[in-house]
Structures are given as structure tokens and as C-alpha cells.
């Protein structure tokens, strides 16, 4: 049973042990996005909203999720790589584990072995799984099951080990930004805390919305096995995650609002890199593919593109 690894156990709250690296991060990320609130400047809100973007819509959205999960659409490597920079400053890990995290999420949606299933609690699908059990603990070699067309690459071998080397290194940027242009001491110390932990904390629970109250809260436009939703704040802080329901519904589209009016700003992305001939073959479901019967029900639609799709079958 292949399948069948520790980390598609189901997660019981309170069963696993606590994991204290990722829980003290995350206690310290708080209270520095709390201790922010102390040291507001302006140019230390504009950096945030700069990173708020780059981080959440350019990584995590375009790049982790619908172009490296999902493989909703190519880029040349490079972009690829940037991208996938751009997502470690959210601080959600690195690609490897990301990606075969969400790829097993699609695979079990609110099914046993689902690693953040709302039917396992609200805040276990929000939080609690990350600080409990061993969803952050699997090496390369398990992940790579679940992608192993990250795995034979070595840049994210690499970023996976290393994915919080970026944010560091910005950190230092910001300080020196904040301390040269006129700030001193508390302008470095201000662009630092609004830049790095409160525009992370705050992104972090945005994306984890996605997992929690885009499976239960909203509409939902098509019948799937998962109870996925639509849901119109979240789309708007995640630039345009929220839009779940359709997402479960067509996992391969790099777009997820259908609508005109179900505003997607990684799709807007997209296409703005399309123009550039930056990305190409892009997958995109249409408002008319809307299905509400059985051919969404069962079997499941593939969560990725093939291996022979990605052109690494031997
Ligand atoms: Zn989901
Ligand atoms: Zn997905």
C-alpha cells in the first residue's frame, strides 16, 4: 500500500505530539506582528503591502500552488525559480513539502488521510495540523512520492532545505532600508517588524482560510466529494484562493474565479505573464464547463498533470 504513509494518517487533535520548532516560530511571529502595531511608519506599511504581494499572490498563489501543484500552466525555469523564492517569504515551507501537502489535500479532500480537514476541526484545519503530528517532518525521499517532478530538481531540493535563508535575508534588506532612509534604529526595527512578522502572520492566516473557511463556509457552485466552497472575503485576501469550490471543482485551471465579478488577481498574474511570453499552455476551466453531475463526483479530476505531461516519463 503505497499509499499509505504516515503522512496521509489522519490527524486526531491532541493525539500527536506538539511540534515545538514550527509552534515557537509561530508564537514569536505573533508576537512580533503584535509588537508592530507599536511601530508604525508608513514606508513600513508600503513594504509590507509589497511583500504581502510578492509573498501570497506571486508565490504561494501563482507560483506554489497553481503553477508548481498543480502545473496549471509552464514558465521557463527562471521564472519558475523566482516565483518559488517569492513564496518562501510567506514562511509556509518549502516547495517540496508545500506542493505534496496540497497534492494529498486534493487527493483526500475531507476524507481520511486529508492533512487539514475541517471535519477534523475548525482550528485543526486552520492551524492545529501544523503544530501537531508530523505533517512537517517527512524527508525529501518520502515527499518525493507525491512530486517526484520536484524532486529531481535540484534548485528545489535546495530551497526546500533552505526555504527560510529568503526571508532572512530580506529581513536584512528591510533593516538596513528602513535604518538608511531616515528612519535610524526604530525605522529599521519598524520596516522589520511590519515586513517580516506582522505582514507574515497575517498572510499566513490567510492562506490558511483556505483550508479552514473555504471548506465551510460560502457557496458552492459545483457538486464535488469535498465540501469546498466559494467564498468571497477569503478570495480577496488570498488574491483569489478563495475562489475553492471552483478550484476542487477543476484542479489543473490557473484560473479559479470564472466570473467576471469572482475577482482572481493570480489569474490576472498569469496573464500578465502570458503577455510577456513568460507563461504558456495555461489550463483554464470556462464558466460554461460548469458541471454539477456525476462526471465531478466520481472519479475524482487528477489534482496535477501527468509525469508524460510534464515530460518526465522515461
Ligand atoms: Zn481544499
Ligand atoms: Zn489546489
Request: net charge positive; with cysteine; aromatic share 14%.
Amino acid at each position: 500500500m503505497p499509499m499509505e504513509l504516515d503522512a496521509l494518517e489522519r490527524r486526531i487533535p491532541g493525539e500527536k505530539s506538539i511540534n515545538w520548532v514550527t509552534t515557537s516560530v509561530m508564537a514569536l511571529f505573533h508576537v512580533g506582528a503584535i509588537a508592530a502595531l507599536f511601530f508604525f511608519t508608513w514606508k513600513a506599511l508600503f513594504v509590507s503591502l509589497l511583500l504581502w504581494w510578492m509573498s501570497g499572490s506571486w508565490g504561494i498563489g501563482m507560483g506554489y500552488h497553481r503553477l508548481l501543484t498543480h502545473r496549471g500552466y509552464k514558465t521557463p525555469k527562471w521564472v519558475e525559480y523566482f516565483l518559488t523564492l517569492c513564496a518562501t517569504l510567506a514562511l509556509e515551507g518549502g516547495p517540496i513539502f508545500w506542493v505534496a501537502t496540497h497534492r494529498i489535500h486534493h487527493q483526500f479532500s475531507d476524507r481520511d488521510g486529508d492533512p487539514h480537514s475541517p471535519r477534523d476541526g475548525k482550528w485543526w484545519a486552520h492551524i492545529g495540523w501544523l503544530l501537531v503530528g508530523k505533517s512537517m517532518h517527512h524527508d525529501t525521499s518520502t515527499l518525493s512520492r507525491y512530486v517526484p517532478d520536484l524532486a529531481k530538481d535540484r534548485f528545489h531540493v535546495w530551497i526546500t532545505k533552505f526555504h527560510y535563508m529568503p526571508i532572512i535575508a530580506v529581513a536584512g534588506l528591510l533593516y538596513g532600508f528602513g535604518a538608511a532612509f531616515g528612519g535610524g534604529v526604530h525605522g529599521g526595527v519598524s520596516c522589520v517588524l511590519w515586513g517580516i512578522f506582522l505582514r507574515t502572520t497575517l498572510g499566513l492566516h490567510f492562506t490558511w482560510l483556505v483550508n479552514s473557511a473555504t471548506h465551510v463556509w460560502g457557496s458552492r457552485r459545483f457538486v464535488t466529494r469535498d465540501t469546498s466552497t466559494n467564498n468571497f472575503v477569503v478570495a480577496m485576501l488570498t488574491f483569489g484562493e478563495g475562489w475553492h469550490n471552483n478550484h476542487h471543482a477543476h484542479p489543473t485551471s490557473a484560473r479559479h474565479g470564472l466570473r467576471w465579478y469572482e475577482v482572481d488577481l493570480n489569474w490576472y498574474g498569469i496573464w500578465v505573464l502570458n503577455k510577456l511570453h513568460l507563461a504558456k499552455q495555461i489550463q483554464r476551466a470556462k464558466w460554461t464547463d460548469r458541471r454539477m453531475t456525476e462526471d465531478v463526483l466520481v472519479p475524482p479530476a487528477p489534482a496535477h498533470a501527468s509525469q508524460s505531461d510534464l515530460g518526465l516519463a522515461s
